[in-house]
């Protein structure tokens, strides 16, 4: 325990100074008893009875005279609390096709309006960051507690080139380490620089995505990756499985929902998948990450508790007074 005021500490020197004075005036009261006492005189009432119970109210008047004192020095108390913390990263598919309104008004749009009402529906001990990848993957956000710098990452975000989903994946394991984790674009996409990135349990990775890859990073290996390391991976399908034609530099082209992709990502890492980009989809993302319980020491200042145990013992004091004389003093 520590102290504010620790100079108001001095006042309990005045402790003991006030006990010296209560036994002095006792002794002298005891001495007058016997001089009366050997006139014959008797002495009457309650607060002439001999016994140590006499002595009980002043003894916790004293006590609260010492809690009081050490209350005015403004006493703080360390408390470890305990509180759940994780790592949400947003991965955001930006691609051209994310541009398609079979979802009003757009892909884009509507899994942008979702991402908002997730991002502030979150407690604060939550870090969030905002991951955007199309042909290539990007940091928009890395990950903080700061919802404005959060939701001003989601906004900025557009649509444009080609989808790929390996590298989104890739991308939003490097923020969730905190350093670069490096890929080759081999056919298999199994060899990993860094691989072992270590274990981020309390972490998870929504990926809002149509699932329509156009690149050569296999998504799988990474989605095993992101599994050792302990990160679910939870796709939402933006889009419809029936898809739309979208009208890209003067050409048409057909785009779809890709389930097949996301839900093997899904699998891969024990996470789920959702078919929608709205708000009971992220609602059931979050209740499936599992956050860990971590400890933080916050320092109080217990002031109140002093006073109010001396209020106590004041209280108490006066009723034994009145309970052995009739009155308080």
Do not use: C
């Amino acid at each position: 325990m520590t102290f504010l005021w620790p100079w108001a500490l001095l006042l309990l020197a005045a402790v003991p100074v006030l006990a010296l004075g209560y036994r002095r005036l006792e002794a002298r009261q005891a001495e007058r008893r016997q001089q009366l006492a050997s006139l014959g005189l008797v002495v009457g009432g309650a607060g002439s009875a001999p016994g140590r119970r006499r002595h009980l109210a002043p003894v916790l008047l004293l006590g609260a005279l010492s809690l009081l004192a050490i209350g005015l020095a403004r006493p703080e108390a360390t408390i470890v609390e305990p509180r759940r913390e994780g790592t949400v990263v947003l991965a955001f598919d930006v691609s051209t096709s994310m541009a398609a309104t079979d979802l009003r008004p757009s892909r884009m749009e509507a899994a942008k309006s979702a991402a908002r009402r997730f991002v502030e529906s979150q407690p604060p001990s939550i870090r969030i960051g905002v991951v955007a990848f199309g042909e290539s993957g990007v940091i928009a956000q890395r990950p903080t507690t700061s919802r404005t710098q959060v939701l001003a990452a989601v906004n900025r975000l557009t649509p444009q080139g080609g989808t790929a989903v390996g590298r989104g994946i890739l991308t939003s394991l490097s923020a969730i380490a905190g350093r670069s984790v490096v890929a080759d674009e081999s056919p298999s996409g199994s060899e990993l620089d860094g691989a072992d990135i270590g274990y981020f349990g309390s972490s998870a990775i929504i990926l809002l995505s149509d699932g329509e890859d156009t690149s050569g990073l296999e998504p799988l290996p990474l989605a095993e990756l992101a599994s050792v390391a302990g990160v679910r991976i939870h796709p939402i399908g933006i889009g419809s499985p029936e898809g739309t034609v979208l009208e890209v530099g003067g050409f048409q082209v057909a785009t779809a929902l890709d389930e097949t992709l996301l839900r093997k990502v899904a699998e891969t890492t024990d996470g789920t998948y959702y078919a929608a980009a709205d708000e009971k989809a992220l609602s059931e993302v979050y209740s499936t990450i599992e956050l860990g319980w971590t400890t933080q020491a916050k320092r109080l200042e217990v002031t109140a508790l002093f006073a109010a145990a001396a209020a106590v013992l004041v209280l108490a004091a006066a009723l034994l007074a009145l309970s052995r004389s009739g009155r308080v003093v």
